[in-house]
């Protein structure tokens, strides 16, 4: 099935932009028992709205299948990289909304419990909600209360009715994965106290199309959000953006805090800014669109060119980084186990499994040690520098690609 209407004004003037061909979900790593099963493949595009400018995913998916039919395998703290972002993460947003000793912090989407264990380790009263059952889990065992479930306004109102308000609700990565991101964010704002606020983290579409990437495109993500996006989400859900920043995570990411509306109507100056820089950079323009497919797709093929001439050399081909924007770029490049021997990641929770749709085998680093001459193909570029440390010292003969 298509989305045929806007998630956010709601019009039916919808513009594919971007078209990917068919994918498998790319978070849902499969375990070695299911590889005789047959991935679902659904088409990867994304529409952008001509009235109001935001872009969503067009095709709609089962959340349940995305997050619970296979071991959702992505987890907060699996990298030192991804740690210490969360910890710079809790001690900012704590000290800039004053979060004290006994407030409630509540994050949705809060996967393994990492960034809420920051908050309780600071005194403050936290909960979580995810509706993966996998991750869901493993912060329960960290000692984070964590409910399993889809967040709505209903789960919302049972929360606030059990815990009372929060003075802070978190949810990052997570904003842009709601079917309906509107009410995703009225039922946040639901659940906070009068001074409450709402903080999202999300990567932010407008660097990944300056810079030429497509890899934060997946199934999971829902919604793209630009500043100009969040905003009218904001607006719409009765709140009020009160700061937002561009924050280096994921090659770039907009942190946006909004708060309860007092009914002015005064906009922020930063994003008064960033609203009037993606009408520069014609981020709403179909055309510049097409520009822009035209450039990945030369990119694309001669990428292969390059790729194919190594292997013609005898020269194996590992990648690194089983992240989902790797499976995008795998998926999208054809590249599966006949051409790609190992993906490696540091995540015990993806060691052993396979790439969805690809069907290569997760292994950790020192897989590098076994050869003699490989090429890496980074599929985590926003991390390149660290993992080219890392596998230099494992095998100084490393090569490397990037896609």
């Not at 998916?61 to 039919?69: F, G, I, K, L």
Request: glycine share 6%; proline share 4%; charged share 25%.
């Amino acid at each position: 099935m298509f989305r045929t209407k806007c998630m956010v004004c709601p019009s039916d003037n919808l513009q594919t932009i971007i078209d990917l061909g068919m994918h498998p979900f790319a978070d849902t790593f499969v375990v070695p028992e299911r590889e005789s099963e047959p991935d679902l493949l659904y088409q990867l595009a994304c529409d952008l709205c001509e009235e109001c400018g935001h872009i969503q995913s067009r095709c709609m998916t089962d959340p349940a299948a995305r997050y619970s039919d296979h071991a959702y395998s992505y987890t907060s703290s699996n990298s030192a990289f991804s740690r210490a972002h969360w910890e710079r993460y809790a001690a900012d947003v704590a000290k800039k909304n004053e979060v004290g000793p006994d407030d409630l912090v509540i994050e949705i989407g809060s996967n393994d419990g990492y960034l809420l264990e920051q908050f309780r380790n600071n005194g403050a009263k936290v909960l979580g909600i995810d509706a993966a059952p996998a991750v869901a889990e493993i912060a329960n065992k960290r000692g984070v209360e964590t409910l399993v479930g889809l967040f709505d306004l209903e789960l919302a109102e049972t929360v606030k009715a059990d815990v009372g308000p929060a003075k802070l609700v978190v949810a990052n990565n997570v904003f842009n994965h709601a079917d309906d991101v509107v009410s995703f964010a009225k039922a946040a704002a639901s659940l906070l106290a009068p001074e409450g606020v709402f903080v999202f983290e999300l990567p932010y579409w407008c660097i990944g199309i300056r810079d030429g990437h497509i890899d934060q495109i997946y199934h999971e993500h829902v919604s793209y959000l630009t500043a100009t996006a969040s905003n009218q989400i904001a607006q719409a859900a009765g709140l009020t953006v009160s700061a937002i920043e561009v924050v280096d995570y994921h090659g770039g990411s907009l942190r946006v805090s909004a708060r309860l509306s007092d009914g002015g109507s005064t906009i922020l100056p930063d994003l008064e800014r960033m609203i009037e820089q993606e009408q520069r950079d014609r981020m709403f323009e179909p055309e510049m669109y097409e520009e822009f497919m035209l450039g990945i797709e030369k990119r694309r093929n001669q990428f292969l060119r390059n790729l194919y001439t190594l292997k013609e050399e005898g020269v194996p081909v590992v990648g690194v980084g089983a992240a989902a924007k790797g499976n995008t770029i795998l998926n999208y490049y054809g590249l599966d186990h006949t051409v790609i021997d190992y993906v490696t990641d540091s995540s015990p929770h993806k060691q052993g499994k396979l790439t969805p749709g690809t069907r290569i085998p997760i292994c950790d680093d020192q897989v590098f040690a076994e050869y003699s001459n490989v090429a890496a193909l980074i599929l985590s570029w926003n991390l390149a520098d660290t993992l080219k440390k890392v596998l230099l010292e494992i095998n100084p003969r490393v090569e490397f690609l990037s896609p």
